[in-house]
């Protein structure tokens, strides 16, 4: 249990470092935060289940993830919820889902670069045995 402890204590300082690096990406900022429905007044209308890079953040301090896999999970609810928000062919809107599929694009691409598979397969065990 102990080394089960370590390794989730590997994956959350792992996680941190990814999540940084995407909140730090001006291309991002958009999705750094809980949306303002003092800006966005129909957001939660639309969207049921917001999510975002600083929430992201409190969840791994929470321990809420146990795998790279139940992050990836967030991270695509993100950019989910900016496809479904903006779904019109104006510019803006096209601006804003392509920026959200650059958020999943770099946010895979961080983890598949830094995580070796088997690091993630103990991760899994771990998640499937709780
Ligand atoms: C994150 C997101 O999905 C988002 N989408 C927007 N879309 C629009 O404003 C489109 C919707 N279609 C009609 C033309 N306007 S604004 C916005 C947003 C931007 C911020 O600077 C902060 C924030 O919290 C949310």
């Given at each position: 249990i102990c080394q089960e402890e370590n390794t989730l204590r590997e994956l959350r300082i792992f996680l941190r470092d990814i999540c940084a690096k995407l909140a730090r990406n001006k291309q991002f900022f958009m999705f750094?935060?809980?949306?303002?429905v003092e800006e966005v007044p129909d957001y939660l209308d639309i969207i049921k289940e917001p999510m975002d890079l600083e929430t992201l953040m409190s969840k791994i301090d929470k321990h809420s993830y146990i795998c790279a896999r139940d992050f990836l999970d967030d991270i695509d609810l993100i950019v989910r919820n900016a496809l479904e928000y903006n779904p019109d062919k104006s510019a803006e809107d096209k601006h804003i889902r392509h920026r959200a599929c650059s958020l999943r694009d770099k946010a895979y691409a961080f983890i598949k670069a830094e995580m070796d598979s088997d690091f993630e397969d103990t991760c899994r065990d771990i998640r499937d045995k709780r």
């Open positions: 750094t935060k809980p949306v303002d």
